[in-house]
Nanobody, 126 residues
Framework: QVQLVESGGGLVQTGGSLRLSCVASGRTFSDYAMGWFRQAPGKEREFVAGISWSGDNTRYAYSVKGRFTISRDNAKNTLYLQMNSLKPEDTGVYYC???????????????????WGQGTAVTVSS
C-alpha cells in the first residue's frame, strides 16, 4: 500500500507559477512510476504528466508541454510538478498517482495507476 499526499496548490494569476509536491509513504518509492492528473469542474480526470521510476523518462499532455516540468527525488520519496505560465484552463484539482512497475516507462492511462492522493486545488484567475 502506498499513501500519497499532495500539497502546493492555491490561487494564482494568469502567467504565474506554482510548484506541486506529492510525498509518498508506505512502500519503496522508486518501485513506482508516478503521474500527475487533473480534474476540472464538470470534466473527466485527465493525464497531465508522468515520470518513470528512475526519472529518466517523462511524458506530458500536449496542453502543458513546455510549461510544466515533472520531476522526482527518490531519496526524499517526493514527486514534483513545476507549473509555469499558468492559464485559466489549468484550473482544477491535481492528483498524483503511482503505478507499481518493473519497467522504466511512463504509464499514461488513468486505469494503469494503482494508488491516488486526495488532490490539491489549483485556481488560475484571468
Amino acid at each position: 500500500q502506498v499513501q500519497l499526499v499532495e500539497s502546493g496548490g492555491g490561487l494564482v494569476q494568469t502567467g504565474g507559477s506554482l510548484r506541486l509536491s506529492c510525498v509518498a509513504s508506505g512502500r519503496t518509492f522508486s518501485d513506482y512510476a508516478m503521474g500527475w492528473f487533473r480534474q476540472a469542474p464538470g470534466k473527466e480526470r485527465e493525464f497531465v504528466a508522468g515520470i518513470s521510476w528512475s526519472g529518466d523518462n517523462t511524458r506530458y499532455a500536449y496542453s502543458v508541454k513546455g510549461r510544466f516540468t515533472i520531476s522526482r527525488d527518490n531519496a526524499k520519496n517526493t514527486l514534483y510538478l513545476q507549473m509555469n505560465s499558468l492559464k485559466p484552463e489549468d484550473t482544477g484539482v491535481y492528483y498524483c498517482a503511482a503505478e507499481y512497475t518493473d519497467y522504466d516507462v511512463v504509464p499514461i492511462g488513468r486505469s494503469r495507476y494503482d494508488y491516488w492522493g486526495q488532490g490539491t486545488a489549483v485556481t488560475v484567475s484571468s
